[in-house]
């Protein structure tokens, strides 16, 4: 029992278990996974206070939080004010002291990693550092807490976490993952839900029906003023002064859509300057009205947010969210749900309208985007490089800023020619059309999606593959749909290596009826053409790639790459999914580098194939695995048929122990019947790039594919059939 209340069932068995396990022996550190709403902060309040009124040694509780701060003010407020027995510290306060016996000490993540900052600077008094060796000296054991635990895995994270050798580690957020290495607790969503903590259901798409629709964020921002007035007039039959709030979530902060939201809202009467419209996005000119805002009865009825909520933000009366989209595969944010689902006074009160929360969306990726927060297939850690590799390096090539590559008439003719022969289209428009549509182009003159409707209880049902989806169209608005229309072009432009306005001009010239080509395939009219794109961005996102393919050696001419030096990064993000018996792979240049990442979910075939090969071989000293993009990895440059520069990441650098150096590249193999399984569209450009760059720098490489459980080799010719000679088995 604790200050408030006694606590729901749910809540005193996981904080029991909490409590039970650090009075276990041989066990370290445990996963706690609290839905957003379960009461988390309640439910270790009531752990701490009993660990210390049963424990038999001197104990210290580090609650480590995430943000800039408000989850460590919050949380460090609730001690205070349900167990203000014990002391509750901060950074300061340890600075100005030391860790003592049934302390609570409140630390963000910031003030302890955060390059700089005083809480671990040597300066005149003693850093957090020695405070800890102090508290150790002392015989103070710690036990940590780590909050939303998922948002903080730097090396200057872990090395605070080492200084403190923790006894016991809870691990605490609505995110967790499973993870074979430690134990896990779940609270079931279903009994938050039975308590009254959280809403009985969500509802998705309430009111919106299959009718063909003419605005879609003014049909969004209409169905929720109207559900917004009705759970208001449901709180005031109740005698409740309670003012509900939808929350507008925007994919990123992008002025024009903002601004054509704020628009649509001072049509409505709801504007800035009558207190009923607040924005909460970074930078201060966009922060208006948001004091106070989690006031149960504050004026403002409308917030505008970017794609995620703060950390430890906690704002009961939300009952909507419109959540916009841009065409693009923004993250769908599983605590924006989870808070929107909180009951305003903690309980429910047998209410349909009142009992649930509304989302509306078009937004088309929220389910792949809920899988991935819900059942993500691996997870993550830091691995720091053995010092004995800080010194290797070796020259990288960068794209040339100098360099100019063919030009935009080029670029069209050559679009021109591969949809005339794709799709064996012709100057007669009527007969493209049926081509086109053959080929999987959608040629409504209106913007079409596929939405979900219906009520869940638990968020996992959102990702149900028999949940109601149907069909939606929109009539096309240009003004509404023009930064859809942009952010679409913008999505492929860069395959051709072109601005928006002269990307948008080929397929103008390609497909609308404005301008005159002689290779016109359609004569679409302007909201046919918007249509067009928007309903085929993926289509043609996928042309534009295989259209810009052509010949790495007709068209490479003279191109001085940029050099720098590469040398290995100190710390890298580690993917794995937790396997019996992983064993440490002792050849690769990083530290608790195992092999259970060498599993499909993260590692294609060749990969797993190459490491194992790399650790059984003889002849390997050591191997670095490159990463997929980013500056400070090992790149090589290649054109394409379109003289564009690209970058691309050799997979492996392999150290043997004559001293020679080897760059690998793995791609995918050869299966049943002669299939080819390599999908990279590219391979034959990267090649040739990859035997320039090697035959100048004098490397030792190779291309690496699988066959039949065994790797092959080749740095002659690329040639996809395995039974060529050029392919020879892979020996060192």
């Known amino acids: 029992m604790i200050g408030i209340r006694k606590l729901f069932e749910f809540q005193e068995d996981c904080s029991s278990y909490i409590v039970n396990y650090c009075n276990s022996v041989n066990k370290k550190t445990l996963i706690v996974k609290a839905p957003t709403g379960s009461g988390k902060t309640i439910i270790l309040l009531d752990f701490i206070d009993k660990y210390i009124k049963q424990k038999n040694r001197k104990i210290c509780f580090i609650w480590l939080t995430p943000g800039s701060g408000e989850l460590e003010e919050q949380s460090k407020k609730k001690l205070d004010k349900h167990l203000p027995q014990y002391t509750s510290k901060t950074v300061d306060d340890i600075l100005n002291g030391d860790f003592d016996d049934k302390d609570v000490c409140f630390i963000n993540w910031e003030r302890v990693t955060k390059k700089g900052n005083r809480a671990i600077k040597e300066a005149e008094r003693k850093n957090i550092y020695e405070r800890i060796a102090d508290a150790h000296r002392n015989n103070i054991d710690f036990i940590l807490i780590i909050d939303e635990e998922h948002q903080n895995n730097t090396s200057k994270a872990r090395d605070i976490i080492d200084a403190f050798a923790p006894i016991y580690t809870i691990r605490v957020s609505a995110t967790a993952h499973k993870n074979k290495a430690f134990d896990m607790y779940e609270i079931d969503e279903v009994d938050v839900i039975a308590s009254g903590l959280i809403t009985k259901a969500l509802y998705i798409n309430e009111g919106v029906s299959d009718a063909q629709i003419q605005d879609e964020n003014g049909l969004l921002l209409n169905l929720a003023i109207a559900k917004r007035k009705a759970i208001k007039e449901g709180y005031e039959k109740l005698g409740k002064n309670i003012n509900p709030l939808v929350i507008v979530q925007f994919p990123n902060e992008n002025p024009g859509l903002i601004k054509s939201i704020e628009e649509k809202l001072t049509t409505m009467d709801i504007t800035y300057d009558n207190g009923r419209l607040a924005i909460w996005m970074s930078g201060n000119e966009y922060h208006k009205n948001i004091d106070n805002i989690t006031d149960i009865n504050n004026s403002v009825q409308f917030l505008l947010i970017k794609q995620a909520i703060s950390t430890g933000w906690d704002c009961p009366r939300a009952k909507v969210l419109v959540k916009l989209r841009e065409n693009m595969s923004e993250q769908f944010e599983i605590q924006t749900l989870g808070r929107l689902r909180r009951m305003p006074e903690a309980k429910h009160y047998d209410n349909e309208l009142l009992d649930n929360a509304y989302l509306y969306t078009f937004d088309e990726k929220y389910r792949e985007s809920v899988m991935q927060n819900i059942d993500r297939a691996y997870f993550v850690r830091r691995i720091f490089l053995k010092p004995e590799f800080y010194d290797f390096n070796l020259v990288k090539e960068l794209r040339n800023l100098d360099y100019n590559s063919s030009g935009e008439r080029e670029k069209r003719d050559r679009l ?255 299966g049943k019947n002669g299939t080819n399984k390599n999908i990279d569209i590219q391979v034959r450009n990267k090649f040739d790039a990859f035997k320039q760059y090697a035959k100048k720098h004098n490397a030792k490489w190779g291309f690496v594919r699988d066959k039949n459980e065994k790797l092959y080799v080749n740095n002659t010719e690329y040639i996809d059939n395995m039974s060529s000679d050029a392919w020879k088995l892979l020996k060192f």
């Open 416 to 670: 021109a020619k591969f949809y005339k022969e794709k799709y064996k289209l012709t100057n007669d428009v009527t007969i493209n059309k049926v081509k086109l549509m053959a080929g999987g182009y959608n040629l409504s003159d209106r913007i079409e999606k596929t939405i979900m409707q219906g009520k869940v209880v638990r968020t996992i049902d959102m990702v149900r593959e028999d949940a109601t989806r149907y069909g939606v169209s929109f009539a096309v608005n240009t003004h509404e749909h023009a930064i859809d229309l942009r952010q679409s072009i913008d999505s492929f432009k860069y395959l051709i290596g072109l601005s928006y306005e002269k990307t948008r001009v080929i397929l103008e010239l390609l497909f609308r009826d404005n301008r005159r080509f002689k290779n016109k395939f359609l004569k679409l009219n302007t909201s046919e053409f918007y249509a067009f794109i928007l309903n085929n961005v993926h289509k043609i996102r996928e042309d534009f790639r295989e259209g810009m393919i052509g010949s790495y050696t007709e068209q490479r001419m003279f191109v001085e790459a940029k050099e720098e030096i590469f040398k290995f990064p100190h710390e890298e993000i580690f993917k794995y999914i937790e396997q019996k018996d992983s064993k440490v792979l002792k050849k690769n240049v990083y530290r608790d580098y195992t092999d259970d990442c060498l599993v499909e979910e993260i590692k294609s075939k060749s990969e797993r194939l190459f490491e194992r090969f790399c650790e059984s071989c003889e002849e390997v000293s050591w191997y670095y695995k490159n990463g997929d993009a980013g500056q400070q990895y090992f790149s090589i440059t290649y054109l394409d048929g379109n003289q564009e520069q690209h970058l691309f990441y050799a997979d492996y650098i392999v150290g043997l122990k004559s001293g020679d150096v080897w760059i690998i590249e793995t791609k995918g193999g050869e």
